[in-house]
């Protein structure tokens, strides 16, 4: 079995492993007496929870951080001693880890309707004394977050650090956000949704109807009669495992070796190794998982609904106050990224604090629970939790390699400090290919109002996040379709111009979601680049250098101060001001600045 | 319900509708006696062919067109009269349609094992007098293609004009041209795959477990038991719906009403829009297809395998004689495009004749049974079809607009006959960025050896498909790797690298797979260019117009004559001759031609 095999293995029975039925042995229990009342109008007499913490609460009780598990977690999210059962997410929790429990007090309950030792179908119902069984009331994720808040309230915290989830946890963490605004600095929603689409709810509907038309199932009172429905129950986990992977994760898995199955002790078909691997996994959940609470948790994570459009998604989530950390992965098609960049595009119009990055992985949607990418997405998290006192622990680390972007000698950003003076303090600022923040960190420590950066690059969006800016991973090719007419005073574009496709669309964007812009680009027009053409015929942008040359610069638009003029007149754009330097001298250059200056800065407006 | 839902709502049940179990009335009937030897060890005593023809049989019988279908079809494929039952490819298949049924004469046979009249498990086994049920022996798509081989033997055709299939059929497709290639003028292989991914095998196991593990499959013999497996059955039709529909497909039918299910009478969950979707298709399923038979093709299908990497798919495919249409659609995630690309990337490491679409369609695996994209696909297959006899019947279509890549005046490519004059006769040649065929028609005209195009735009595949062009629809930034080391005498690119990103690697991929290339591209250095940067400070190219700025251009890379020769020299890569043209005058330029040439046409090789 190949690595990724290995650590799969790994992933999926760290929380089987050995100790299927028997209690979490670091689990505490709080039970809450009196009805609680459920969303869909149902009541539990009482209802006990579960639940692991790690580290030590502060003295001022601000350095608590909830995890959410996802649908077949426990509240076993780490090892509490190195002779520990290895928790679900080991690599992410534990001392000088992502989760720092060195730092801070961390909660994982959990959920209600699990079977781990939290109130769920499996659970005695004190009005019969027996398990509630299909009795037990449809729940949704608010009800599993309201019984999480209370679990918070007996614990004595008033406003949680933050709330981090994934998957099922993420939606956790997303209804926290939404009901519970004032009671997280921040919110880590990763590998998640608003809702689920229609093909994973489609992949749950059908293991539901396998799980509820088996047989064995009983209409829900199996308990004691053997065997239940594990023949149903494994049908939806191996679905849900088909889904968890990425079709190029099941290749490196299973292709080499198609026709040679693990051997696996199984009533299902092992003729393929694929088919193998679902059948292990579809047994053994069974052996650990209780498929009421499997109906019961699916049931709740289809229900959830944020909105399925920017408009509603934006009414849930305006009433939120917390910082946000929003993280995809490229190849999860379960919970595929555009649905995570609705979500940061719903905040970003309610003008909320959101970072967010689309990590490239091909691990599908297990990549939250995988090291492969702990280096991006853990950073992430370290970062964002680490900032959200609101200081900044980190310097932005310099534009120290040459930009590709960047035909100059000098590979520090000259037209920083220029752009910055053009710029009234306490404005709103959107900084579009905002490389490692070196702008917005200059703004910052001026005082500037609210700022947010654009980038491509998955490394800058980390190390911004370290930082503490607000960082959005995104195309400037796609458009700003997330932000609002006029939502900053200044949308910066530095140079960067020269490497956008659509120049038309950016620049026409830039002038509807802010009041003004400001553009500065490499100017052709510079009289070392017309001689290097009209005397020597060679195309211009090799003699200067910068490290490309005309067949690999990432530079793809190539224009003169002159020509932006008069695609400012043309399109009817406002030209405010002009300030023109020649980098090399570092001077401003007033005289024929077609000629004279090699890098424009241009403030325009509509 | 949306369009799409009616469209793929017609479809399905356009097999299904009314006739569920009634004998199909065009049905012919040929039985062959004597024992069928299988390829697994199996054997049928004998076996009896459901196939239904359309048109005429020509007196050269050469116009035969063999339809295979996939995994629930049948030989009803198209309607016989106005008022018949529609066939489940009545869009493409009848008078004057893409397979045009007043040209061609159409056979469409249902499958062995499958249970439309064909001997399946479902038939009474002569020996036993009982259906054969499980005693069914194991088959394969040689199994299947064998058979089809024995009724194209009774038809009395010894040479098919073309095989047609698509999903398993196009599987089929494949095998017939392997296994018989000297039976047939052309395979047309749509939406199909050397072998099931990982993740597609994984749903055809997930399903069959589900049949086999439902208690009333009753080891498979459950005719006259009723209900038999139907629950199974349905589980595995409806994960079989969710593969077939793309995610964004899923989202236009089932988004906006998601909690507003249809009203089915159905023992399936009915919670949600897509669940009674499910529901139908599932039950439906269930009254019209048996259970047996479904287990025999889904696992003739998982054990199909060409080959999964290059070199075995290499060796399957180097027996074929035919000509080739290979197409893909690109939101199909079953038979993703990527399986289709190594089909022909394999064909054309062999030399054969090959064209190749990847279809832009949000219809996922359906998209080759749905007409909204027909005008594409069906063209392809009508255009292949039309020219299976050698002799191309439409000259191509004028590169009328002006190429977006061209800078110059004239939108005719100029350079076309400088370039054919480089070529000597008989050489084979790779023309790069081909569009509709202008350079490749020229050179065929001339009786050129091996002609192969590759082009990004759809619409420019089809009409080099029409032509009877053999063309690959490719991206050359991402390299020619299908192509071994001097395939083509002669690899051209003709006023296409002004558009590539990475020239490096196209250029040093044209070198390898080239025993020399021909580069033709527009010169910076032109002396109009230069004064217009250098006296008027302006992007040179604005100046000289084609319709596109400095904003709006496809070209991406501006280099001069000297630049491409100092590329070559740092390359180590040898010029064998320079043609310089003056293209608004049609003049070759000898005298600087750096300055006085706007177009360069250059030799190379390593």
């Given at each position: 079995?190949?690595?990724?095999?290995?650590?799969?293995?790994?992933?999926?029975?760290?929380?089987?492993?050995?100790?299927?039925?028997?209690?979490?042995?670091?689990?505490?229990?709080?039970?809450?007496?009196?009805?609680?009342?459920?969303?869909?109008?149902?009541?539990?007499?009482?209802?006990?929870?579960?639940?692991?913490?790690?580290?030590?609460l502060n003295a001022q009780a601000d350095n608590a951080v909830l995890i959410c598990h996802a649908i077949s977690g426990d509240s076993h999210v780490a090892r509490?001693?190195?002779?520990?059962?290895?928790?679900?997410?080991?690599?992410?929790?534990?001392?000088?880890?992502?989760?720092?429990?060195?730092?801070?007090?961390?909660?994982?309950?959990?959920?209600?309707?699990?079977?781990?030792?939290?109130?769920?179908?499996?659970?005695?119902?004190?009005?019969?004394?027996?398990?509630?069984?299909?009795?037990?009331?449809?729940?949704t994720i608010d009800d599993i977050v309201n019984l999480q808040r209370r679990l918070v309230d007996h614990l004595g915290i008033v406003k949680l650090r933050a709330v981090v989830g994934g998957s099922l946890g993420g939606q956790m963490a997303l209804d926290w956000a939404t009901r519970y605004p004032d009671r997280m600095a921040g919110t880590a929603a990763i590998a998640t949704s608003p809702r689920l689409t229609s093909q994973a709810l489609a992949f749950d509907v059908v293991g539901r109807n396998a799980?509820?038309?088996?047989?064995?199932?009983?209409?829900?009172?199996?308990?004691?009669?053997?065997?239940?429905?594990?023949?149903?129950?494994?049908?939806?986990?191996?679905?849900?495992?088909?889904?968890?992977?990425?079709?190029?994760?099941?290749?490196?898995?299973?292709?080499?070796?198609?026709?040679?199955?693990?051997?696996?002790?199984?009533?299902?078909?092992?003729?393929?190794?694929?088919?193998?691997?679902?059948?292990?996994?579809?047994?053994?959940?069974?052996?650990?998982?209780?498929?009421?609470?499997?109906?019961?948790?699916?049931?709740a994570m289809d229900l959830f609904d944020l909105g399925g459009t920017p408009e509603t998604l934006q009414q849930s989530l305006q009433v939120t106050q917390c910082d946000w950390l929003v993280v995809s992965y490229t190849s999860d098609w379960l919970f595929p990224p555009f649905q995570s960049q609705m979500i940061v595009d719903a905040l970003l119009a309610c003008n909320k604090r959101v970072s967010y990055c689309n990590v490239e992985s091909s691990c599908g949607h297990d990549a939250f629970l995988l090291p492969d990418e702990l280096a991006s997405y853990g950073?992430?998290?370290?970062?964002f939790l680490a900032n959200l006192d609101g200081v900044s622990q980190e310097n932005p680390l310099p534009d120290s390699t040459p930009k590709p972007t960047s035909i100059f000698h000098d590979p520090h950003r000259l037209d920083y400090s220029s752009i910055a003076e053009l710029i009234p303090e306490g404005s709103s600022v959107l900084d579009l290919g905002c490389g490692n923040g070196g702008l917005l960190s200059l703004l910052r420590d001026r005082g500037q109002g609210r700022l947010v950066g654009i980038e491509l690059d998955e490394q800058c969006v980390v190390n911004c996040v370290r930082c503490g800016l607000n960082v959005v991973q995104a195309d400037l090719n796609e458009g700003l379709s997330s932000y609002a007419d006029g939502q900053f005073d200044l949308v910066v574009l530095s140079q960067t111009l020269q490497t956008v496709i659509d120049v038309k669309t950016v620049i026409s964007e830039m002038l509807r979601v802010g009041r003004r812009a400001i553009v500065s680009f490499p100017n052709l027009g510079y009289y070392k680049l017309r001689s290097e053409l009209a005397e020597h015929g060679r195309a211009p942008l090799v003699a200067l250098g910068g490290g490309t040359r005309w067949y690999d610069t990432h530079n793809v638009r190539f224009l003169t101060l002159a020509d932006f003029d008069e695609f400012c007149r043309e399109q009817g754009i406002t030209i405010h001001k002009h300030v023109c330097l020649d980098t090399e001298t570092n001077r401003r250059i007033t005289d024929d600045p077609n000629r004279n200056a090699d890098l424009a800065i241009v403030v325009i407006s509509r």
């Open positions: 079995m190949d690595k990724n095999a290995e650590q799969s293995k790994q992933v999926f029975d760290s929380s089987d492993s050995g100790r299927n039925s028997r209690p979490l042995p670091f689990a505490q229990h709080v039970t809450f007496d009196g009805p609680f009342h459920l969303e869909c109008g149902g009541r539990l007499p009482s209802v006990t929870v579960a639940y692991e913490t790690f580290g030590k509490h001693h190195e002779d520990d059962d290895p928790g679900w997410w080991d690599i992410a929790v534990g001392p000088g880890k992502s989760i720092d429990t060195d730092r801070y007090f961390v909660i994982c309950p959990n959920v209600l309707g699990g079977c781990r030792g939290t109130t769920g179908p499996i659970s005695i119902n004190p009005e019969t004394g027996q398990p509630y069984g299909p009795d037990f009331p449809l729940i799980i509820l038309q088996d047989p064995d199932y009983l209409g829900g009172r199996y308990y004691g009669q053997w065997p239940g429905p594990r023949v149903g129950l494994a049908i939806a986990r191996m679905l849900g495992h088909i889904t968890y992977l990425s079709r190029e994760a099941m290749m490196q898995k299973f292709d080499s070796d198609r026709l040679r199955p693990r051997e696996v002790a199984t009533q299902f078909e092992t003729k393929f190794s694929v088919g193998s691997y679902l059948a292990y996994q579809g047994d053994r959940f069974g052996e650990r998982f209780d498929a009421n609470s499997y109906v019961t948790l699916s049931m950073t992430l998290i370290s970062g």
